[in-house]
């Protein structure tokens, strides 16, 4: 593993002589390269399911993506967030969030939004997140071209709850990105 890399690699440093500098810095940069290897891992796995989400609920969880992803675009977002946590399981919860990654990443991708509002709400039995951005705003073509795959997974995430996803784009406007999923009451 990576761990077992960097150990190995501090264990080499310290047996090569000090007159061979090139390879002690070389041995240098691999364990520096291991220490961002291992963070980028780290913020990954933290991505695909935070923490958040199981201790502190989904709320918190959104919460939390929408400010990391703000810090590491630059792109403002507002979110507005009216649900109660206890109506919702875990798999519903993580189906949401997961949703909600992956439309902030075809915002970074393709819209070149400068602002983006998201909204999480409880309306008619369903959960509600609409996601909009002050992009260049999605085509039909777009929407339907089979090789948009994080399109379908959204799609997928929302029907395996019996929901639905609606995407409205307009050119030099932006696209508003719409997820209901019932509420299925323990």
């Known amino acids: 593993s990576l761990t077992v890399l960097k150990m190995d690699l501090s264990w080499m440093r310290k047996r090569v002589s000090k007159n061979q500098q090139s390879l002690i810095d070389k041995m240098q940069s691999r364990s520096e390269l291991v220490d961002m290897t291992i963070g980028t891992v780290k913020r990954i796995i933290t991505d695909l399911r935070p923490g958040l989400l199981d201790d502190l609920g989904l709320e918190a969880a959104v919460e939390w993506q929408v400010e990391e992803f703000e810090k ?3 792109t403002k977002c507002k979110a507005r967030l009216e649900i109660e946590e206890r109506i919702l399981d875990p798999e519903r919860s993580t189906a949401i969030f997961r949703i909600l990654q992956e439309t902030l990443t075809n915002i970074l991708r393709h819209s070149n939004a400068t602002e983006i509002s998201i909204s999480l ?7 509600v997140l609409v996601t909009s951005d002050d992009g260049k705003g999605i085509t039909k073509k777009q929407i339907s071209n089979p090789r948009s795959f ?3 997974g959204i799609q997928e995430r929302a029907h395996a709850f019996g929901g639905d996803m609606e995407i409205v784009g307009v050119r030099g406007k932006g696209t508003t990105v719409t997820v209901s999923i019932p509420i299925e009451r323990t």
């Open 72 to 74: 590491r675009t630059g």
């Open 121 to 127: 709400t409880e309306r008619d039995g369903q959960v």
């Open 150 to 152: 994080g399109l379908m």
